[in-house]
């Protein structure tokens, strides 16, 4: 007689997984639809079916976002583990003979902007016959990225343990989250408290990102809250331009800013100091064997002399 968990995985297909995967790493069904290139009903269908052949439900639908409940978080580990053999055994059966080598690095944009150009530009000169992938994103799907095998190595902030549950991670540099505004901002020029920063409209990277958690924590540990006038952005072009128009401040990793910082443009506000500095470094998933071309960016990363220009 067949084994119940041998009848339950035959009944699984590889999208309804795709779709749970996806969906648990970034919180949300709308997002896992953006990403898959699929229609939201789709991927709540694709999941739907698969808590139908596991018995289970594996999503909290009484939460906000796609949050998993026991069962849930127990099956991801198994779902993500069963979807890298696949993209392993898929590689190895089509074989790489005679394809030009490639290098996927998944980035968070601080590091696509300030640190990632020089060193790819001094890895290809040594290795001018390698093609380099860049993928910016948040760190959730980035790390979700690796664990699947579509991505080689992420370079960012040290995540949430249970997000980087499984990989590696390695420090590189220090980096501070700071508070910046426009020259001609009204606190431009002060030496403003943290009170006296709150007062005016904040932007801010989404919820459930690494570096809003981050500040989360910090504006927490300083007794506020919360915050009445926010705006969420992952763009930097867009916070960028919006400072330069508004009385905004933004809270935004050093590197992305540190050219407008040095020419004037925007002006550091000097809150938060050691209490939003954070670790950016090589993260790498140890279930996959590194390809030639991979483990020698790897090795140049480590080489690579990262500079903040803040002395950190």
């Not at 009944?11 to 970034?26: D, E, I, S, Y």
């Amino acid at each position: 007689m067949r084994h119940k968990a041998d009848l339950i995985s035959q009944k699984m297909r590889l999208r309804q997984l795709r779709c749970f995967v996806t969906a648990a790493r970034m919180k949300s069904v709308g997002a896992a639809a953006d990403k898959l290139g699929l229609t939201q009903p789709s991927v709540s269908r694709s999941i739907r079916e698969l808590e139908q052949v596991l018995g289970h439900d594996l999503f909290d639908r009484s939460m906000r976002g796609a949050e998993l409940t026991r069962r849930g978080r127990d099956f991801l580990e198994a779902a993500e583990a069963g979807l890298l053999q696949i993209w392993q055994g898929t590689r190895a059966a089509i074989g790489d003979v005679g394809a030009q080598e490639v290098v996927r690095i998944g980035a968070l944009p601080n590091v696509c902007s300030r640190m990632l150009p020089s060193l790819i530009a001094s890895f290809k000169v040594q290795m001018p016959g390698v093609r380099v992938v860049i993928n910016p994103g948040p760190n959730a799907v980035l790390l979700g990225a690796l664990r699947h095998g579509e991505t080689d190595i992420v370079i960012g902030r040290l995540s949430s343990s249970e997000e980087m549950r499984g990989l590696v991670f390695e420090a590189l540099y220090d980096e501070p989250l700071v508070f910046v505004v426009r020259a001609s901002h009204p606190l431009a020029h002060k030496s403003p408290s943290l009170q006296d920063v709150l007062d005016y409209p904040m932007l801010l990277p989404p919820e459930g990102t690494i570096i809003r958690q981050e500040v989360s924590r910090f504006l927490a540990g300083q007794g506020v809250g919360g915050l009445p006038n926010v705006i969420e952005t992952t763009s930097s072009d867009f916070q960028r331009a919006y400072l330069a128009i508004t009385e905004s401040v933004a809270i935004i990793p050093q590197g992305v800013v540190q050219r407008e910082i040095e020419s004037g443009d925007l002006v550091d506000l000097g809150i938060g100091g050691r209490g939003l500095v954070g670790p950016v470094g090589l993260t790498t998933n140890p279930d996959v064997k590194l390809s030639g071309a991979v483990a020698m960016m790897v090795q140049h990363v480590r080489r690579h002399p990262f500079h903040t220009g803040t002395g950190m």
